[in-house]
């Protein structure tokens, strides 16, 4: 069974997109610990990071850096952390989380609720800084 982030990638469910390309998409992710938490994913479903081959993985992160950018035009932070768990979802995928403190990382943390068309706006400002 395909994982939510292929069915995403097909299109199956809507995300707020911030940035796609060929081998790649960034979204905001509906459960996020700020405003502006985004992930990225690679569109091949592989589950874990370090299964990915090594040159798309190097691409992966030079995409994350381009939205990582983005993202800090668009959210008052003094950076954006980079997280990899991956037992969350069978897929491989980075968090990029504006943060001012440390504490933001933290995903034990209450998850924020935002309405739609605030991820909307929020995704639409990072595009804009891409």
């Known amino acids: 069974m395909a994982s939510i982030f292929s069915r ?14 060929d081998n790649f998409l960034a979204f905001l992710d509906v459960f996020p610990l700020v405003k502006g938490h985004t992930l990225v994913i690679p569109k091949k479903e592989i589950d874990y990071i370090f299964d990915i081959e090594d040159e798309l993985l190097a691409e992966m992160m030079l995409f994350s850096k381009k939205v990582a950018y983005a993202i800090k035009k668009t959210i008052p932070c003094l950076k954006v952390g980079v997280s990899v768990i991956g037992l969350e979802v069978p897929h491989a995928h980075i968090h990029l989380i504006p943060m001012n403190n440390v504490s933001e990382m933290n995903f034990n943390r209450p998850k924020l609720t935002i309405e739609g068309i605030e991820m909307e706006k929020i995704a639409s ?6």
């Open 8 to 21: 995403i990638v097909l299109g199956e469910i809507p995300c707020y997109k911030i940035y796609e390309d």
């Open 125 to 130: 400002d990072i595009r804009a800084n891409l």
